[in-house]
């Protein structure tokens, strides 16, 4: 798959030189404490991210997680996600390195997938569920048009608890490409 660009973010394929660039992500505690999984040490991050690069290359692709870096520089500085959900559905996803929160490219990143979703793939809803505490990725959702749904309760068992989660949905027709 080419590259995605946007207009601060390109969003690109994961490689295996992407580890250490990976583990600094997924192994942070202020970054993992918004998601469904806890710290990798650098062990679980390579293996996960063999298990990314696997699934990018087969044919019946299961999602699309992809590298985010910076327009003019090729480092990974997070990661977005579109994973299927349903037949015409989406569920997005995405996290930033802590030392890169508040420069807009988690918005930004988010922005591609979702172009990527509509245009690309076809998809009809995109959802994203996200921790209650979570205001800055709230924010972003808010930003792109996401609509709130719901309350799920006790949907994310990380850092050694149940976590609820907000549900917002973006549909095909809401969707302004920017």
Not at 94 to 109: E, F, L, R, V
Not at 111 to 134: D, K, S, W, Y
Request: with cysteine; proline share 4%.
């Amino acid at each position: 798959m080419e590259p995605l660009p946007g207009h601060l973010t390109t969003v690109r394929e994961f490689r295996t030189s992407d580890l250490d660039d990976y583990l600094s992500i997924a192994g942070d505690d202020r970054v993992t404490a918004w998601m469904a999984f806890d710290s990798y040490d650098r062990a679980k991050a390579a293996e996960v991210l063999a298990g990314i690069i696997e699934r990018s290359a087969r044919a019946d692709r299961p999602d699309h997680m992809l590298a985010v870096t910076r327009q003019g520089d090729d480092h990974v500085i997070g990661f977005a996600r579109i994973a299927p959900s349903g037949p015409w559905g989406a569920k997005l996803g995405y996290a930033i390195h802590a030392d890169h929160w508040g420069c807009g490219y988690a918005t930004d990143a988010a922005r591609v997938m979702l172009r990527f979703a509509f245009t690309t793939q076809g998809r009809h809803r995109v959802t994203a569920a996200i921790g209650p505490e979570n205001e800055a990725s709230i924010a972003v959702v808010k930003r792109l048009g996401f609509s709130y749904e719901g309350h799920l309760r006790d949907h994310v068992f990380t850092n050694g608890q149940w976590r609820d989660s907000l549900l917002y949905s973006l549909l095909e027709h809401e969707y302004v490409p920017g």
